[in-house]
């Protein structure tokens, strides 16, 4: 790795950082006012931020809560109980938020960049390299993933037993049954897309999703795959342990379930944690489905429009438009979980285990059965 | 000697919920529900960005709400004599008969009006232990109490700033309504407020 790679590298991490605690902090805001909305209600909106010396005071919708929460729990006294794991209590936040951002290594946020066309001042010192704007372009993609996601289950059933509680216990049993019952549903339905698209590595895939299915679809998985999106988003939401999938945390039955024990800015670790899987799912999701940066028919040259008639663009162009056209999918599928999340009532705990093993397992075999013949039969 | 248990049977209702084929799929009814929510999303949605409210509640104490009953009564006014003075004499038996003994009333003796000469020089109700019973209207001979539709707006902080005085009690000003005629007094000379 020379001084060029590091450097880039770098400014993805800052990006992607930077995009995932903004999506968190956000996405407080964004659950708490779509609510609001969709039981037309009007929504948190007192807080505010006063100019000094003056009496003007800025509401913005309500932004400033999701500050005020956040000076609320740091300012909160550290309650811990008294006969706990000192070790296990304080790995727990931190096992479950680390894996979550890490996900997010693997996920391409955009094409190919070449830096020296982008800035030609820097031309000399890049010579001509272009790098994929995705933090590790490995080629064991979606296997990082979900080697990744499979540590929060970690971090879960170590706080639930740290914290000497029994409704935390409860609550970690319930996290690590339901986590991997739901994390084998989501592997099955990856592993249609990976056997259309012939590959694990998540760059490919989406350069691959760019084309055009059946001469004017654009070729994103959803088309070829969409009972596999289907269980994909279904799963994904069972991991990220939400409504209607919250038994390890359900309220009314386990107080918080495996966080009960956790106070101040550590449950605030487990929210955050939380709001940040929903953005992370939400990217996997439309990288794997729909056609990640991509804007329909667009790829890193520009718009070719089924009819052959091509726009090209410029590369700063292309690359603006990728990083939007990424965040914005990604929002308005975060934007869909917290529709579900406020749909649907909770599941009972053996309704959930039968969802899980008695339809979606099957229906994500035969789903990955179906398309391996199809394949086979295509290429017979 | 134990009996024999017996076996447990699930006690029917007569509102048991009946499901179709339809619901016990599930992920139907989930995508209508989804539908269905998501509708209610995007309108008030549509509302809000086009300038109009999306939603049913109302900003409290910004907005007065729309459903207040006809009948209902919050606040009190005190009614005038066509000189701007209160109709009130100073009785007491509002606040005698306040079951909140929220009307705090000090009387005061005015020389210029020979037939009115008690007068309130602070007239106050707490509003925090009010309870909107309108006994107070019901006992005053001079009818110089009243109770209109508006509520008080009162909402702070600190129980001690939910009081009304005189001056925002008295700034009902239907001159018309009054039902004894009273002979204008004279202007009072300067250099003398009428409260005195």
Redesign the interface.
Known sequence: MNAQDLAISLVYIAYALAVLLTFGAILTWVERKQAAIMSDRIGANRAYVRIPFTQVKLIWLGLFHGMADGLKLLLKEDFKPLAYDKLAYALGPWLAIVPVLLVFAVVPFGGTLDPGRLFPSLAGWFGGRTYAMQIAPIDAGILIVFAFSGITIIGAMLAGWSSANKFSLLGALRAGSQLISYELVMGLTVLGIVLIFGTVNLGTIVEQQSGTALGFLPAWGIVYQPFAAVLFLIAGIAENKRIPFDLPEAESELISGYFTEYSAMKQGVFMLSEFIEIAVIGALFVTLFFGGYNLPWMNDTGFVFPGGHAVPLSHGWVVVLQLLTFLGKVFLLCSFQILVRWTLPRFRWDQLLRFAWKFLLPLAIANLVVTAVALWAQQA | MTTPRRPYVRRQYWNEPTMGWWERSY?LE?VR??A???G??LR??GK?LTGRK????A?YPEEIRADYAAGNRGKHILTQRPDGRPQCVACNMCATVCPAQVIEIDAAFDPDDPAHPKYPSRFEIDYSRCVFCGFCVEACPEDAIRMVKETPDLPGFDRDRMWLGKEELLNWQPHADVSKPYPVRPAAEPGRSPDA
């Open positions: 992920l989930v529900g989804l269905i929510t998501g209610v999303f008030n949605m809000w999306g939603a049913l509640t900003y």
